[in-house]
């Protein structure tokens, strides 16, 4: 079994940055695609960002584009979420998973999740 651990959370104003953090434990999941959900009160879990098992070919929902980054450390089992510019529609519990595949699909393969780190955007 595997495990993923989101830090970086928090409380910031409209306009500022955060970075979260998901470390891995239990496996590498050095073959798998990871990436980062969200959920905001009352709405469905959405894709955010993702990347593929070698850390390259990043993939981000239309909504982020030009504001977060994803990024992944191979070595030490991370992934990071940079978020900039960040908005009031951007507060939601920020999940971090493993998939199944080496590949980003924004909609499947997703079988390993994080507990989740909340995110609130204050405008």
């Known amino acids: 079994q595997g495990l993923l651990r989101e830090s970086g959370g928090g409380l910031v104003q409209a306009g500022g940055s955060l970075r979260l953090t998901c470390r891995a434990s239990?496996?590498?999941?050095?073959?798998?695609?990871m990436g980062w959900f969200r959920q905001a009160p009352g709405k469905e879990r959405e894709f955010v960002a993702g990347?593929?098992?070698?850390?390259?070919?990043?993939s981000l929902a239309d909504s982020v584009k030009g504001r977060f980054s994803i990024s992944r450390d191979i070595t030490n089992n991370v992934i990071y979420l940079q978020m900039n510019s960040l908005q009031a529609e951007d507060t939601a519990v920020y999940s971090c998973?493993?998939?199944?595949?080496?590949?980003?699909?924004?909609?499947?393969?997703?079988?390993?999740w994080g507990q989740g780190t909340q995110v609130t955007v204050s405008s």
């Open positions: 990347i593929n098992w070698r850390g390259f070919s990043p």
């Open positions: 239990g496996r590498t999941f050095e073959h798998s695609a």
């Open positions: 998973a493993a998939a199944s595949q080496p590949i980003v699909d924004q909609t499947r393969f997703w079988n390993y």
